[in-house]
């Protein structure tokens, strides 16, 4: 089934702090139009500047995934995306009031609890993924970071954790599909090692650093407590009381998950992989990850998008076809020179795809146009709607004694002209479940793996009198 885009059905806001600058930022997610993606807007500066989620626009990946575009940067954007994604909002406005999106409890929780309180918009856009045809490996030796996205139906995240670290050893996570991210990993909270602290709290990168926003593993038996209040000081949090529970987490908030770490880990991936650019549907393996590999694996990936986008989209037309033009003659009504179908590759559930060869013995070619043939565009929608009209009389029995008629035609875009010696695929999928008779569906036809035309349409199946 075509899945289509979907927004939200109006704007929230949150309040909070930046973890690393510690400002108090107020973000507000407001719905957005068909293929907006994600985008921030900076409105504390001058102008209201727009950020674009794109991972080409990553300036830094410092624990966190900064963005920055003419000079305008935001700081910690994976939460925020980790919950747009994981609840498949496809088109947002994300408006910030300050450099940094605000922490929360260090989870995309909060976020996923706003998105979900207001609802969803259906939009009429289709939603495109990035589907493999091939494996993708990417490894960093020097730092052991790899990454392997495998094809696949769903988006299926597995990840491997390894610190060498006594509390929390070697972890693993597995998502198994998009729909288990909010159950599962949404409120699955940052960590850090106590061992770290010092070096982040005097370097002012977690000025907003709580106990309430992080989970802090500690390894060390022999952390005293005047250790722990030197530690809170230096945070800027001395009425803070500080204890040590028995499985190495400072503070009394206890693991909601016994691989927590490694949960938290697969949402930043969801996050960071959001700055691809399209919804992903492989299996994406990663061993030892953070923001740094995260991004430069989003890249690999986004450089699979072009490099699919420059290939085209590719059909086998060498195997035997599903119907012939005598096949076709029996379902539809139409004959030389109206019939626009020649074969019919394939009819599944949801879609089928046919085509037509374009030859100079087109009798449309004799004023159109003489000395430079073009085949003309309402042609490509009549043939187009041909193969519509077999999809739908293939989900009826004696297709022979119905018709289908066109109700309506929208959102036509004509991509690139098609000429005699062109071999024109159409590719056809149903937008909603057929009722009543009502067939909804969006075409697409192809030269040489070339979008020429897109189309929506609607058809009702009628039976003859």
């Known amino acids: 089934m075509i899945e289509q885009q979907r927004t939200l059905k109006s704007a929230i806001k949150l309040h909070g702090v930046g973890l690393h600058t510690g400002e108090k930022v107020t973000v507000e997610i407001c719905p957005a139009p068909d293929n907006h993606g994600y985008k921030f807007q900076r409105v504390d500066l001058d102008g209201e500047p727009i950020i674009k989620a794109d991972v080409d626009l990553v300036v830094a990946t410092d624990r966190g995934t900064t963005l920055e575009y003419k000079g305008a940067r935001v700081y910690t954007t994976e939460h925020i995306l980790a919950a747009l994604y994981g609840c498949q909002v496809d088109n947002a406005l994300i408006k910030i009031d300050a450099p940094e999106v605000p922490i929360m409890d260090g989870s995309s929780l909060p976020f996923v609890k706003a998105i979900e309180e207001v609802g969803y918009e259906d939009q009429l856009a289709v939603r495109e993924y990035l589907i493999l045809d091939e494996i993708i490996p990417w490894e960093d030796t020097d730092k052991g970071i790899e990454f392997l996205a495998v094809p696949d139906p769903n988006y299926r995240i597995t990840v491997m954790v390894d610190y060498k670290s006594p509390v929390l050893g070697t972890q693993h996570a597995s998502m198994y599909n998009i729909g288990e991210f909010k159950e599962h990993f949404a409120a699955c909270r940052t960590f850090v090692f106590l061992r770290e602290l010092e070096f982040l709290a005097t370097n002012n990168l977690i000025k907003g650093g709580d106990l309430d926003n992080a989970i802090v593993l500690v390894e060390r038996t022999d952390v005293s407590q005047e250790e722990l209040n030197r530690l809170a000081k230096l945070l800027g949090k001395e009425d803070l009381k500080i204890s040590i529970d028995g499985i190495g987490v400072l503070n009394s908030t206890k693991l909601q998950f016994e691989n927590e770490p490694a949960r938290h880990k697969l949402l930043d991936i969801?996050?960071?992989?959001?700055?691809?650019?399209?919804?992903?549907?492989?299996?994406?393996?990663?061993?030892?990850?953070?923001?740094?590999?995260?991004?430069?694996?989003?890249?690999?990936?986004?450089?699979?998008?072009?490099?699919?986008?420059?290939?085209?989209?590719?059909?086998?037309?060498?195997?035997?076809?599903?119907?012939?033009?005598?096949?076709?003659?029996?379902?539809?009504?139409?004959?030389?020179?109206?019939?626009?179908?020649?074969?019919?590759?394939?009819?599944?559930?949801?879609?089928?795809?046919?085509?037509?060869?374009?030859?100079?013995?087109?009798?449309?070619?004799?004023?159109?146009?003489?000395?430079?043939?073009?085949f003309p565009g309402v042609l490509q929608i009549e043939a187009m709607a041909q193969v519509g009209g077999i999809f739908a009389l293939s989900k009826v029995e004696d297709p022979q004694l119905y018709s289908t008629y066109f109700m309506k035609i929208d959102k036509v875009k004509f991509k690139q002209k098609v000429v005699p010696g062109d071999t024109v695929v159409f590719e056809l999928s149903l937008l909603s479940p057929i009722r009543r008779g009502l067939v909804e569906m969006i075409g697409r036809a192809f030269v040489n793996g070339k979008l020429v035309v897109e189309a929506e349409m609607l058809a009702q199946i009628i039976k003859d009198k």
């Open 270 to 374: 969801v996050g960071d992989l959001a700055l691809v650019g399209k919804p992903i549907k492989a299996h994406i393996l990663g061993a030892r990850p953070g923001h740094s590999g995260n991004v430069r694996f989003a890249k690999v990936l986004k450089d699979q998008i072009k490099k699919q986008e420059k290939a085209g989209r590719k059909f086998d037309l060498t195997k035997d076809p599903l119907y012939t033009t005598c096949d076709i003659e029996k379902i539809l009504p139409h004959r030389y020179p109206f019939l626009m179908v020649d074969k019919i590759m394939e009819i599944n559930e949801e879609s089928i795809i046919g085509v037509k060869n374009i030859t100079m013995n087109e009798p449309i070619f004799t004023g159109h146009f003489p000395g430079n043939p073009v």
